[in-house]
Every structure is written in structure tokens, then in C-alpha cells.
């Protein structure tokens, strides 16, 4: 059985508070901190089948903004016996790790612990404890994010892969960065090129009509004067 502190927090609108031991280290110093994550069991086969677990990833937004328009999750959770977890990303919300977010930012000697690789380390500890919590060690996760938290899943699961088995990250332009991708304006080139192929079609689209309705305009001609 699960211990009485996690399994009080099976409604989705509440928070349930892991109290963190992040080995998080900058300048040969760590630091721990708590933040807030969310469960819900609806749908969960549970561990006695192993039943998977969706974790969807806090980006740059409070964690309750995400809580009622994730209708994806839901869906698939349903289908899939899952379990869903959601994570929200560090210093957004309630989970400023240094006090209010604006003395956070205003520090130099803390605000090093606001970045991605932090913010996957937390992911990974939080999912690991609630695995172990729940006696869920065989079930099975996968990380969802979209834009920001599409590429912190990615990362996710590069970088602990034993803590997950897939990622979706959803619009997410993971290799878009200085010596991955090539060119250096990769982003604009993409575009572009869409662009151009769009508009060959809609150039081809447009003169098919203007010829369609030269011909017909001639057929009209010779039936009946235009009237102006």
C-alpha cells in the first residue's frame, strides 16, 4: 500500500508537497527545497499490473494553469490504464527553492539553480519517489511536455533514461541550438522553405483560376455582351 501522505492527495486540484533532496551543485555548494506536484489515480490499473505512469512537465507557468485544459492526458490515461503525475517546473508558482521569486532573480549566488538542468534533475527525483511510494517500480514512464517542457522531456529521457522509457515532446525544437543544428539560421531556413513551397502551390492554385476564368469569360463574351 501506498503511504497515507501520498494517497491523500488523489484529486487533482489538490498539491501534494515532496519535501526534495536535490543534489543540485553550483560553486561546490548544495541545496534542498520542496515543490509541488500532483496526482491523479482515476484512471491508474494500479502496480499490481504494472500499469504506466504519465508524467507531464512544468514549463514556464504556474502548475494549476495546466491542470484543466489537458485533456490529452485524460484521454489516454483512460485507454491506457495510466497513472497521471504533473510536475511544476522550479521557480514558477510555489516552486521558488531561495524565497519570493523576486529576490530569487535579484541574487547572483542562487540564480544559477534556475535552468533546465536543474529543472530535470527535480522531474527525475520526484518520479522516482513516487514510483517508490506507490510500489510502482515496474510501471512503466513516459514524460509529456509541449514547447519548453517538449524539450525538458527529451532531455528527461536522454539523460536519466533510467527513470523513464519515452518522451513526447510536443512542438518541441530540441536540436535547435548552436553546433547541433546546421546552418546557424536552421530555424529561418525551415520556415522559409515552407513558405516558398506554399507558395508555388498557391501561385499554381491562382493562375489555374485565372485561366479557368479567362476561358470562361471568352465563352461569356461570345453569348452575351458584359454588362459594366
Sequence with gaps: MASDSLLKFVHITQLAWLPELIWVVLSSFCSSSSKPYVI???YWGGSNISAPIFAYLG?????GDNLTWLGFLTDNALQFKALLVY???RCYGESVPFGPMEEAFENASTLGYFNSAQAIADYAEIL???KKE???QHSLVIVIGGSYGGMLAAWLRLKYPHVTVGAL???APVFYFDNIVAPENGYYSIVSRRLVNRRKIEVRIIKGWIDKYSVDLQALKHEKPLQN
Excluded: F, T, Y
Design 40 to 42: 491523479n489515480l482515476k
Design 169 to 171: 515532446a510536443s512542438s
Design 134 to 136: 506507490l510500489h510502482a
Design 59 to 63: 514549463a514556464e507557468q504556474p502548475l
Design 128 to 130: 522516482i519517489h513516487v
Design 87 to 89: 510536475i511544476e517546473h
